[in-house]
């Protein structure tokens, strides 16, 4: 059974950096892409980063480019993200999640989700 379980969240002053980190298990994902999303109360779900199956690609929308990174471990199947200059606006639950390509898609090509893990950034 796979399952992905992030770590790493918790409340953060506005400036500060967090790092997230989420593992798999049940399979590899070595030739996968692997992503980060976030949603926040009230809010649709929204994209934060990807990172194809390598490591070689990363893919941030214009909001985070600059401020958070997205590395992979295909040895130890996990996915990261540092996140940096932290504010209000990025608190929300982040989950990590395993596409069926081996590139970066739209949300829908992401077949596995972890359980969220919480980050809230304090003005």
């Known amino acids: 059974q796979v399952q992905l379980v992030e770590s790493g969240g918790g409340l953060v002053q506005a400036g500060g950096s967090l790092r997230l980190s989420c593992a798999a298990s049940?399979?590899?994902?070595?030739?996968?892409?692997m992503a980060w999303f976030r949603q926040a109360p009230g809010k649709e779900r929204e994209y934060v980063a990807a990172?194809?199956?390598?490591?070689?690609?990363?893919h941030y929308p214009s909001s985070m480019r600059g401020r958070f990174i997205i590395s992979r471990d295909n040895i130890k199947n996990t996915v990261n993200l540092q996140m940096n200059s932290l504010k209000p606006e990025d608190t929300a639950v982040y989950y990590c999640?395993?596409?069926?390509?081996?590139?970066?898609?739209?949300?829908?090509?992401?077949?596995?989700w972890g359980q969220g893990t919480q980050v809230t950034v304090s003005a």
């Open positions: 999640a395993v596409a069926r390509t081996a590139d970066a898609g739209p949300a829908s090509s992401y077949d596995y």
């Open positions: 049940g399979r590899t994902f070595s030739r996968n892409a």
């Open positions: 990172i194809n199956w390598s490591g070689g690609a990363a």
